[in-house]
């Protein structure tokens, strides 16, 4: 069906609703549609393939369906969905996925207007994440990619979430950033989600975490998100202790002499962590000194570091900072040649 959707030849059928008792499950009414749909087509080769969705099959129906031309799609073969609930997503999410075939931009076909997120969203990414609950904890901790949550989640981030969706969409975001790594879509869903509902805390932990590496800040960055509507909710203290954890492996990596620009944007976060802007720590509180002792390590191999001034209601401002960290990457010695000698 989505193959059809947009080719010359393809149109939609309107269909006048009236008051009366039948239904899909009436055997006659996908017969009569489908039969409408043949006199409105010049010839057989016109006519676009009708389909109908079905949850299990129906070898007697699925038979007499495509006598007249009707094909079976059926979304549960095994039966395994029973309960209303399951089904419902089982069939928010085919829906899903034929509008995605059908519109890879998340644009309704012939018009500009973003699609809309639909139920099914935050039981798919359930789904999704159940089997990542069982990897090991050293792959969760080091954040390999998870494909298929990274494609749904960019998908997710063109369309227009509904109000009523905004509490499910927000805790979905939560869970992709606690058990799994927090993916380039989640990042994009986020920016969207506060572009289009004024932020959440869960936006914010989902942007301030993308900020731990280089290429997240450009993503956030590029984005031109409104820096008060990020800045303007607080993250949870745990997520902060994530983040000194990680800027703690970035200065270790630079005292080894393996130096990249993810430092730069953590020094930034590091710095509002610290200043209560992010969380709200007791003064005496042992991520705070941890956090500044990190801010203070880091100053003594980048002198910028200390001028950091982050600004409440702006970006990172971390340029001097990546200048002294490209400086310290241009002037790394070269690796010594290996010392075996051929024979």
């Given at each position: 069906?989505a193959?059809?959707?947009?080719?010359?030849?393809?149109r939609?059928m309107?269909?006048?609703?009236?008051?009366?008792r039948?239904d899909?499950?009436?055997l006659?009414?996908?017969?009569?549609?489908?039969?409408?749909?043949?006199?409105?087509?010049?010839?057989?080769?016109?006519?676009?393939?009708?389909?109908?969705?079905?949850?299990?099959?129906?070898?007697?129906?699925?038979?007499?369906?495509?006598?007249?031309?009707?094909?079976?799609?059926?979304?549960?073969?095994?039966?395994?969905?029973?309960?209303?609930?399951?089904?419902?997503?089982l069939?928010?999410?085919?829906?899903?996925?034929?509008?995605?075939?059908?519109?890879?931009?998340?644009?309704?076909?012939?018009s500009?207007?973003?699609?809309?997120?639909?139920?099914?969203?935050?039981?798919?990414?359930r789904?999704?994440?159940?089997?990542?609950?069982t990897?090991?904890?050293?792959l969760r901790?080091?954040?390999?990619?998870n494909?298929?949550?990274?494609?749904?989640?960019?998908?997710?981030a063109?369309?227009?979430?509904?109000?009523?969706?905004?509490?499910?969409?927000?805790a979905?975001?939560?869970?992709?950033?606690?058990?799994?790594?927090?993916t380039?879509?989640?990042?994009?869903?986020a920016?969207s989600?506060?572009?289009?509902?004024?932020?959440?805390p869960?936006?914010?932990?989902?942007?301030?975490?993308?900020?731990?590496?280089?290429?997240?800040?450009?993503?956030?960055m590029?984005?031109?998100?409104?820096?008060?509507?990020?800045?303007?909710?607080?993250?949870?203290?745990?997520?902060?202790?994530?983040?000194?954890?990680?800027?703690?492996?970035?200065?270790?990596?630079?005292?080894?002499n393996?130096?990249?620009?993810?430092?730069?944007?953590?020094?930034?976060?590091?710095?509002?962590?610290t200043?209560?802007?992010?969380?709200?720590?007791?003064p005496?509180?042992?991520?705070?000194?941890?956090?500044?002792?990190?801010?203070?390590?880091?100053?003594?191999?980048y002198?910028?570091v200390?001028?950091?001034?982050?600004?409440p209601?702006?970006?990172?401002?971390v340029?001097?900072?990546v200048e002294?960290?490209?400086?310290?990457?241009a002037?790394?010695?070269?690796?010594?040649?290996?010392?075996?000698?051929?024979?």
């Open positions: 069906a193959a059809k959707c947009g080719q010359p030849g393809w939609p309107s269909i006048h609703y009236s008051r009366c039948y899909f499950a009436e006659s009414v996908p017969v009569i549609l489908a039969s409408d749909l043949t006199f409105r087509t010049d010839s057989e080769e016109d006519r676009p393939t009708s389909f109908i969705v079905r949850f299990t099959p129906n070898s007697v129906l699925q038979r007499l369906y495509a006598a007249v031309g009707i094909e079976t799609i059926c979304i549960d073969p095994d039966g395994t969905a029973q309960s209303p609930q399951e089904k419902s997503a069939l928010g999410d085919f829906l899903h996925r034929l509008a995605t075939a059908a519109s890879p931009d998340g644009l309704i076909p012939g500009s207007s973003p699609l809309f997120l639909s139920s099914a969203f935050s039981a798919t990414v789904r999704i994440l159940e089997p990542a609950k990897r090991t904890g050293s901790s080091y954040g390999y990619p494909a298929a949550l990274d494609r749904y989640l960019v998908d997710a063109k369309r227009i979430v509904p109000m009523a969706l905004k509490p499910e969409v927000a979905a975001l939560r869970a992709s950033l606690t058990d799994v790594l927090l380039t879509g989640a990042i994009q869903l920016l989600l506060t572009r289009q509902c004024k932020g959440s869960e936006c914010t932990e989902v942007i301030v975490m993308g900020f731990r590496s280089n290429s997240g800040g450009r993503l956030i590029d984005a031109k998100p409104d820096w008060a509507q990020i800045w303007g909710y607080k993250i949870r203290e745990s997520v902060a202790q994530n983040l000194v954890t990680i800027a703690e492996r970035e200065l270790n990596s630079h005292k080894q393996q130096i990249d620009t993810d430092l730069a944007f953590l020094m930034d976060i590091l710095k509002r962590i200043n209560d802007q992010l969380c709200d720590l007791a005496e509180s042992t991520l705070k000194k941890s956090a500044q002792a990190v801010l203070a390590e880091a100053s003594e191999f002198p910028s200390r001028e950091l001034q982050p600004d209601n702006g970006p990172p401002t340029e001097d900072l002294e960290i490209e400086q310290a990457i002037s790394k010695p070269s690796p010594e040649p290996p010392d075996d000698v051929p024979f």
